[in-house]
């Protein structure tokens, strides 16, 4: 798999039906490796290890209803109350960033009211804070480390 702007993390990797799966310490799990669950995979270690976020505190693709659509969120923080602190989406590294992007996130936002959105496609990393009450967002360097 190709390298990507994160840093490096100890993956575990399992080769069966002629695939590769990498571990998900998430769901518990191994899944099939592809291009948007490697970017996935790197946004999970990277809100564990770097961010601090605790591994019960995120979950990994879940189904939500869109506008009577059913949809799947790539990644969710919760904090501590069950309110949502940070919605990702993440996108193949072949992937480019458009407006469309966000947009897709924002309304998956309007169903969760994230505090934070975060899109990467592994190469480039986007971090927005909302303002639900304006239903806009502001871009930010980086979404904010864990706190109790």
């Given at each position: 798999?190709?390298?990507?702007?994160?840093?490096?993390?100890?993956?575990?990797?399992?080769?069966?039906?002629?695939?590769?799966?990498?571990?998900?310490?998430?769901?518990?799990?191994?899944?099939?490796?592809?291009?948007?669950?490697?970017?996935?995979q790197?946004v999970?270690?990277?809100?564990?290890?770097?961010?601090?976020?605790?591994?019960?505190?995120?979950?990994?693709e879940?189904?939500?209803?869109?506008?009577?659509?059913?949809?799947?969120?790539?990644?969710?923080?919760?904090?501590?109350?069950?309110?949502?602190?940070?919605?990702?989406?993440?996108?193949?590294?072949?992937?480019?960033?458009?407006?469309?992007?966000?947009?897709?996130?924002?309304?998956?936002?309007?169903?969760?009211?994230?505090?934070?959105?975060?899109?990467?496609?592994?190469?480039?990393?986007?971090?927005?804070?909302?303002?639900?009450?304006?239903?806009?967002?502001?871009?930010?360097?980086?979404?904010?480390?864990?706190?109790?």
């Amino acid at each position: 798999m190709q390298a990507l702007d994160f840093p490096k993390y100890g993956f575990r990797f399992k080769s069966s039906e002629n695939k590769i799966w990498i571990f998900d310490i998430i769901r518990k799990k191994f899944v099939v490796l592809q291009p948007e669950e490697w970017v996935r995979q790197h946004v999970v270690h990277f809100l564990i290890e770097d961010k601090k976020y605790p591994p019960s505190h995120i979950n990994v693709e879940k189904q939500l209803t869109v506008n009577g659509l059913k949809k799947r969120y790539d990644v969710v923080v919760f904090n501590s109350d069950g309110s949502i602190k940070v919605l990702v989406e993440c996108k193949s590294p072949q992937t480019t960033i458009l407006q469309a992007t966000f947009d897709q996130i924002a309304r998956y936002n309007m169903q969760m009211n994230a505090e934070y959105l975060m899109v990467s496609n592994g190469l480039q990393h986007f971090y927005c804070q909302m303002d639900l009450e304006n239903q806009k967002y502001t871009f930010l360097e980086h979404i904010p480390d864990f706190s109790r």
